[in-house]
């Protein structure tokens, strides 16, 4: 018996899916907040640890007020580029204020961030025990802002060092309970893993994007570490996952989803959840019985949706 | 009773309790770390009890001491929930097989009607803003699209004129809103274009052999225009695209389909049904003016002499005109007396028609 695996086939999410996607589309998507911590609840309430359930906490109401924010800012944004195109300024100096603002907006990502990060990890809990996370606003944007910059100017050479400093200091801040996480994965095996996929993507007509798929995975996944200070014990996560594996991951889902117009989503999300999870081992020895509750709620789910909508994937 | 776990709020460790109910109060038995019991009593109005359909379990939470809570398998809520109070007591309908059967039922109601509004509404509502579309919008659109091809087309604008004033002796129509020209290509071929624009190719007047053909040709591309056949086309591709990429997402696509349609309107091919519309109505404008519809069949005729041979059935399913023996039947069932009503004008037409096929 596994201890960590997700539940369901996708049958139990069908129908709510199904609603909410039509209320969303109804709405004109000012449902989605609502449709979003539906699936969240789902996809949380299916990861199972030690035959206990993970729960999303976060409600429709509170991610509508950030959604809400996050709107207002959008049409701020598009809105002051009409302003501009009345006032009647030169071409030049609409494309310089344009730049700014788009410049602005990227400077904005690690705010969505970070607060996408709070909410979410703060929502979380397992068996009563909440997650938590602890990143300092500065910190993060100041390395944000450094390492994005290395990256610009090295035309994405810096990336990978870029990547595995954020992942770094995210893990770093999640608390669960008493315990928390490291990431101890270095740019430069990150970047190995970039070049071979530049070098052999075309010679091998895209099939390679399966094994790339399957090292980023295993590289997140085997550098991640749980530490529980208390014990004084370090265990390791892995992952044995195949390029074999993604293939037949991606193939299956994107079948499923051209024959069934997309209305076969509730199951591809759950093949995929199950994929994610079931391929992570956590090691025998580390004992789930006895985390202590350390962390508190928090609400302000501004950055939920942004990230969402900037397609900013963690987790 | 039922059998359920406790968390403390306090740490991750399950306890196993028993739980009783009663009209007032849970009462539940825990054991501790040490495996003693424990117990403890629940007033019913501080508490809430939740199903959560995703984990299918039932969640007892109190509202005096946050963090505290019991979870109940389904059937072991269940065997309790008859003890409590009627008004805590949850509803429960969920039955997955149930919920699968509505979710069957709802996506094949959505397929049918997107199929229904793409084959129908969409076509529908695309001919309403075609027919309604302003007038001088069309004009405009036309005209811009017949000159991005005006340099491919090589206009001869003195056979033009008499091509115009051949057109304009027919009276199909008020003669300032058509334009007529002649282009030097070989192509044996005529089209029209929205907003009353009609070229007709060198190599199709070369192969005719009688002025009449020129009537039936020029009837037929008339009747496109009148019923702003490119146009409903045009809007008809338009929505279904619109609603394929409102399905897909990807709007910006609609603005490549205007530009690829205006820049292709020379070959777009128009629907069996339009095409056999512009014969059977085009040789009818010619009977009302005293032509003879003859005309038409022989255009067919010298079309079907020039047009590739096409043998296969599907072939000829496939392609958007009408196999021309089928558009000569239905023409000749349609003037089956082949009599030659003269039109006074005739000798005049010859004259133009014997004119444009003159090299010079």
């Not at chain 1, 139990?12 to 989605?32: D, K, M």
């Not at chain 1, 997650?131 to 993060?140: H, I, N, P, T, V």
């Not at chain 2, 192969?207 to 225009?225: N, P, W």
């Not at chain 2, 349609?334 to 037409?349: G, V």
């Amino acid at each position: 018996m596994r201890r960590f695996y997700f539940a369901d086939t996708g049958n139990t999410y069908a129908l709510p899916f199904i609603l909410n996607r039509i209320l969303t589309i109804l709405t004109l998507s000012l449902y989605y907040p609502w449709e979003k911590a539906v699936q969240l609840k789902y996809i949380y309430n299916n990861i199972m640890l030690d035959g206990s359930h993970f729960d999303f906490l976060g409600t429709g109401k509170e991610m509508f007020y950030g959604y809400l924010k996050l709107l207002a800012l959008i049409i701020l944004f598009y809105g002051s580029f009409g302003v501009l195109m009345a006032l009647d300024l030169t071409i030049y100096a609409i494309l310089f204020i344009y730049i700014m603002t788009a410049i602005g907006f990227i400077f904005a990502v690690p705010f969505f961030i970070h607060g996408g990060l709070r909410y979410r990890w703060a929502k979380t809990q397992w068996r009563g025990i909440h997650f938590g996370y602890r990143g300092e606003l500065k910190e993060f944007f100041y390395l944000y802002v450094k390492h994005g910059f290395l990256t610009l100017i090295t035309f994405g050479i810096y990336y990978p060092w870029f990547r595995c400093q954020i992942q770094k200091y995210i893990t770093g801040h999640i608390k669960f309970g008493h315990l928390h996480f490291e990431f101890r994965g270095k740019g430069e095996d990150y970047f190995v893993i970039y070049l071979k996929f530049i070098l052999l993507i075309y010679i091998t007509l895209g099939l390679y994007i399966f094994r790339f798929w399957r090292n980023n995975f295993n590289f997140f996944t085997n550098n991640t570490v749980i530490i529980d200070d208390e014990k004084g014990e370090k265990y390791k996560l892995s992952s044995e996952v195949t390029a074999w594996a993604f293939f037949e991951l991606k193939i299956i889902n994107l079948l499923i989803l051209v024959f069934t117009l997309g209305l076969g989503f509730p199951w591809v999300l759950a093949r995929n959840m199950s994929f994610l999870i079931n391929n992570i081992e956590i090691p025998v020895n580390f004992s789930t019985d006895h985390i202590r509750q350390t962390e508190t709620d928090y609400n302000d789910a501004l950055g939920e949706d942004a990230i969402d909508m900037l397609d900013i994937g963690f987790i | 009773m039922a059998k359920g776990k406790y968390f403390d709020g306090l740490t991750s460790s399950e306890h196993e309790a028993t739980i009783n109910a009663s009209l007032q109060s849970l009462g539940i038995i825990i054991s501790d770390s040490y495996g003693r019991p424990k117990f403890l009593n629940w007033n019913l109005e501080d508490i809430s009890i939740e199903f959560n359909e995703f984990a299918k379990r039932v969640e007892l939470e109190s509202k005096t001491e946050p963090g505290k809570s019991i979870e109940l398998e389904l059937s072991e809520y269940l065997s309790i929930q008859d003890q409590l109070p009627k008004n805590l007591r949850l509803d429960i309908r969920q039955n997955p097989f149930k919920k699968l059967w509505i979710f069957v039922a709802i996506s094949l109601f959505l397929l049918a009607f997107f199929v229904f509004g793409y084959f129908k509404i969409l076509p529908f509502l695309a001919e309403k803003v075609a027919m309604n579309f302003p007038e001088n919008y069309e004009k405009k659109l036309g005209q811009s699209v017949f000159e991005s091809m005006k340099n491919d087309l090589d206009i001869d604008s003195v056979r033009s004129h008499d091509l115009q004033l051949f057109f304009n002796g027919l009276g199909y129509d008020d003669p300032k809103s058509v334009k007529v020209f002649y282009s030097k290509t070989e192509d044996i071929n005529a089209f029209a274009i929205p907003g009353g624009i009609i070229v007709v190719h060198k190599g199709l007047l070369n192969a005719m052999s009688d002025y009449t053909e020129l009537q039936g040709v020029l009837a037929h591309e008339f009747v496109h225009i009148q019923l702003k056949h490119s146009l409903r086309l045009l809007f008809r591709s338009l929505s279904s695209y619109l609603a394929i990429s409102l399905v897909f997402g990807d709007i910006n696509g609609i603005l490549a389909v205007i530009i690829q349609n205006s820049n292709e309107l020379r070959s777009l091919s128009y629907s069996r049904a339009m095409e056999t519309e512009a014969d059977i109505k085009g040789a009818a404008l010619m009977v009302e003016r005293d032509f003879d519809p003859e005309g038409m069949i022989k255009l067919m005729e010298t079309l079907k002499t020039h047009s590739p041979k096409m043998e296969s059935e599907v072939l000829k399913y496939l392609a958007t005109h009408p196999d021309l023996e089928l558009r000569i039947d239905n023409l000749e069932k349609a003037y089956p007396n082949k009599a030659n009503t003269l039109n006074a004008d005739s000798l005049i037409f010859k004259n133009i028609f014997l004119n444009l096929k003159n090299e010079r």
